[in-house]
């Protein structure tokens, strides 16, 4: 019977058994915690620790990314690229197991954009704030207002935009497979070459969550906000199906809903690399000949502790923990 519906499910998706066996199927792993980019490595170190003890994915994925936005060292956080106006904003969102979920935007001042998002899932009705109010919010809950001051790298990647004020996104590119501890990558001019850390984990008890946090776009419109702090665009969790995070350009992770578009698929029976790679072609027949000039990408796990990734372009990578000496940087495919 469940053979059946999953045959069925399949067909409906335009899939047959036989075309899923071009797929990796990763090993099952219980717990697991994955994340994007090279940076991911240590994140996961950190998340690792609560995931070890037995801890909840959901303190696992905000431990995890913290560590990110406190470096400095990387496009997430206060150390990040600011606006063309020369501010740093950041966006974060959090999803748990039972469907809650918080998210800012457009916060400035803050050190952990992510730990603010919890507490709009935990503290208030809603699912986001924004800007002021979300930066009120975090003063209230006791947040300390940080100097606002660019870090050294960005104020010198920010002198050097300047010159030229181009606005256009740059293609991250990366390699890594060996790679077992986080050295930062940067382009040629010194720049910061990712934007977002985005981390999923499942837990000894089974249970799902999300984290994603980023500055964005480098040099983007001041108040544009891309698809990190939408639930359902940059991360999305469904504790029957498993979860997703997205990183890359994220006004076309926006039009495809794309981490529950990857999440829905898992549920219809797709591994993490098959959903991922079918919202990645989502995204290149609607780009047609412009999905060339941008890079997005999916990592996923599902319930059963199986782990996936899909990118547009060569040079995403994505770290993968599931033990204190199993923390590795693997390559994800991708399809242009
Ligand atoms: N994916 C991050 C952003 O576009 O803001």
């Known amino acids: ?196 850390i985005g981390m999923v984990a499942l837990d000894n008890a089974g249970n799902v969550s999300g984290s994603c946090t980023t500055s964005g776009m480098g040099f983007k419109m001041r108040g544009r906000v891309g698809d990190s702090p939408i639930i359902g665009a940059g991360l999305f969790v469904d504790n029957e199906a498993g979860a997703a995070v997205a990183t890359g350009q994220g006004e076309d992770v926006i039009r495809v809903a794309g981490a529950h578009l990857v999440v829905e698929l898992m549920r219809q029976g797709l591994s993490p690399e098959a959903a991922c790679k079918k919202a990645i072609e989502r995204i290149v027949k609607i780009k047609g000949n412009k999905a060339k000039d941008i890079q997005v990408a999916f990592i996923a796990i599902n319930k059963r502790g199986e782990h996936g990734a899909y990118a547009i372009q060569k040079g995403f990578n994505y770290a993968v923990c599931y033990g204190d000496a199993a923390n590795n940087l693997l390559d994800s495919k991708f399809l242009i």
């Open 1 to 196: 019977m469940l053979a059946r519906r999953r045959f069925l499910q399949l067909g409906s998706l335009g899939l047959s058994a036989f075309s899923l066996k071009s797929f990796a199927q990763s090993p099952m792993h219980k717990p697991i915690v994955i994340s994007t980019w090279d940076a991911g490595i240590e994140a996961n170190k950190a998340a690792w620790k609560v995931l070890r003890a037995g801890g909840r994915a959901l303190d696992a994925v905000e431990q995890g990314v913290m560590v990110t936005e406190a470096s400095q060292s990387c496009c997430v956080g206060l150390g990040a690229n600011p606006d063309r106006d020369g501010h740093v904003t950041l966006d974060a969102s959090i999803m748990d197991e039972h469907f809650n979920c918080g998210s800012v935007a457009f916060l400035e001042r803050i050190k952990h954009p992510i730990s603010v998002a919890r507490r709009v899932m935990e503290k208030t009705p809603h699912v986001m704030l924004v800007g002021a109010g979300a930066q009120q919010f975090a003063l209230e809950q006791g947040f300390q207002l940080e100097p606002a001051v660019l870090s050294k790298d960005a104020e010198k990647a920010y002198r050097n935009w300047l010159k030229k004020s181009e606005y256009k996104p740059v293609i991250n590119i990366e390699n890594s497979r060996k790679q077992t501890a986080f050295v930062p990558n940067k382009l040629e001019n010194g720049e910061w070459n990712h934007d977002t």
